[in-house]
């Protein structure tokens, strides 16, 4: 009853370095999304993605790069990491349902803090 | 572009008593989908609601109910006797088509706190 898991949980990066978040769903879901949550400004879009092998660029995409290779697999990179990148990371996943978008549900959160 | 508002940033109220969280929405298309979440002081986002451009019936579910209506662009959300568990924060959202693409967009969210 894994639903959507990310991994890790929490991270402190220093500036400059680079790590990958992963996200992985098992519900055969297409969509899948990457957003970070900062005070005061809610959840924000970063890249999402339709399907296997196709990705899209969100609200809030620059130093970020993502990749579905797999349905069940979204990843998302922070090539150099920068204190802006300080953030929430959820991701979360939906099916397309019959006629539009079915609930998305989210992971637990990543908490990223880059010194 | 879509866009979301909550613009109530901070709700306080005690405890049995109703509040409404407001959302307005923008879109240009004339099918898309509102929801609204729960997010309680341990983080997680909990799915409380999807709604479809085309029903406008509003729906009540136990204490909670909510209001579509697409002449003002709203969707808001009613929490009737309130209870301290009802605290969290809560975010209405919008999915919509985007170049093919389908997307969804929060609002900034609404901090609600019950008081006992």
């Known amino acids: 009853n894994a639903g959507v898991t990310q991994t890790p949980k929490f991270r402190v990066l220093k500036t400059g370095q680079s790590m990958t978040l992963l996200c992985a769903q098992d519900?055969?879901?297409?969509?899948m999304y990457w957003y970070r949550q900062d005070p005061g400004m809610g959840l924000r879009l970063i890249h999402y993605?339709?399907?296997?092998?196709?990705?899209a660029k969100g609200e809030v995409p620059d130093g970020y790069n993502v990749s579905r290779l797999k349905k069940q697999n979204f990843l998302l990179g922070l090539e150099s990491a920068a204190p802006s990148q300080t953030s929430v990371y959820f991701c979360?996943?939906?099916?397309?349902?019959?006629?539009?978008?079915?609930?998305?549900?989210f992971g637990q959160g990543t908490r990223l803090t880059v010194v | 572009a879509q866009k979301v508002t909550q613009a109530q940033t901070e709700i306080s109220v005690v405890e049995k008593e109703d509040v409404t969280l407001d959302c307005v929405y923008e879109?240009?298309?004339?099918?898309?989908?509102l929801f609204w979440y729960k997010q309680p002081p341990s983080g997680e986002l909990v799915f409380l609601i999807r709604?479809?451009?085309?029903?406008?019936q509003n729906e009540i579910s136990g204490r909670y109910s909510w209001n579509f209506q697409k002449s003002t662009s709203s969707f808001n959300f009613t929490i009737t006797a309130s209870q301290v568990v009802d605290s969290a924060v809560y975010f209405c959202?919008?999915?919509?088509?985007?170049?093919?693409?389908?997307?969804?967009?929060f609002g900034t969210g609404t901090r609600l706190t019950i008081i006992p």
């Open positions: 519900m055969n879901h297409e969509y």
């Open positions: 993605s339709v399907g296997e092998g196709t990705t």
């Open positions: 979360a996943s939906s099916w397309p349902g019959q006629g539009g978008s079915t609930e998305a549900f």
């Open positions: 879109t240009r298309d004339t099918t898309y989908y």
């Open positions: 709604r479809n451009s085309f029903d406008e």
């Open positions: 959202a919008l999915s919509e088509w985007d170049f093919g693409n389908e997307k969804l967009t």
